[in-house]
């Protein structure tokens, strides 16, 4: 249970996928092919791994565990396409100069992590597929699985994001007590908000969801007068006593392009690293759970 310097293994909080057949149906869901270098996130036992090596040029494993790293480097140590590495992935710095995939079951308590760095990234993947927790992929992947989220809107002008398939729990060993799905996370050769105001739009929708209270009207004082608020919600068909997550993603993005034009520079100041903000709170926020989390199982 516990390793030499008396903490839990990482590899006993984790579930692993079961099934060999199963992970043959999610490569072939995928578009990984011969030409793609790909990067797994946590490798575990290789169930993964030993397909996903056999369908890429070039895949680079990350495994945090060390045992489970060393059982890796054995269990493929013949094998000239593939880069076994020992550590935090997200500590790993991505690859800046070619395309790559992700294909992985994450773990479930650095989500949020591992998702806001492969986006943020300066060339983030091509495509992502992960197994994750259900609610979590609804909350990313907003409608129509679920309302729009601050995280489906912050991503959605620059990913298509689908979840591909729902799997059971006993998919997995052990059994979690939760849900799982298999998604996608594609980056759009066409992005919805173009690169120049990319900033202003992670700040706005940052500074909204950030803001306290429960509609619109509320949401949205500090950089839409009254007035505004009411020409906008006939112009754009919601109505101001609204959640900010009633509005569908498209409805946003016509409420973001009113912002550029019809909103003062004064008010637009006042938004203004919403987004970096939020994730430093994030990041605390995680760091605390990881650190709580590993409390409890102790
Ligand atoms: C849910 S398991 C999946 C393992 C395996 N791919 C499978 O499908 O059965 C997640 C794996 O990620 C590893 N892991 C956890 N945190 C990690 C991190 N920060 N960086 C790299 N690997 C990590 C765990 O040790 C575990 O092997």
Known sequence: MFN???????KDSQNFLRSKKLVTELIEESNISEYNIVIEIGGGKGIITEQLVKRCRRLYVIEYDFDLYKSLKDKFYDIKN???IHGDFLEFKLPVEYKYKIFSSIPYNITAAILSKLTSATNPPEDIYIVV?????KKYAGNPYNR???QSLLLKPYFD????RNLKRTDFKPVPSIDSVFMCIKRRENILVK?????????FIAYIFSNIGKDMKSRCKGIFSYKQMKRLSNDIGFQITDSPTCLSHEQWLKVFQ??????????KERINNAYLNLIKEQNKIDKLYRSRKLTKEL
Do not use: F
């Open 82 to 84: 593939i880069k076994i």
């Open 195 to 203: 690169k120049d105001w990319k900033d202003l739009y992670l700040d």
């Open 258 to 267: 009113y912002y550029i034009i019809g909103v003062s520079d004064e008010k």
């Open 133 to 137: 927790q259900r609610e979590a992929a």
């Open 148 to 150: 729009e989220s601050m």
């Open 4 to 10: 030499k310097n008396n903490q839990i293994r990482l």
């Open 161 to 164: 994001i689908n979840i591909i």
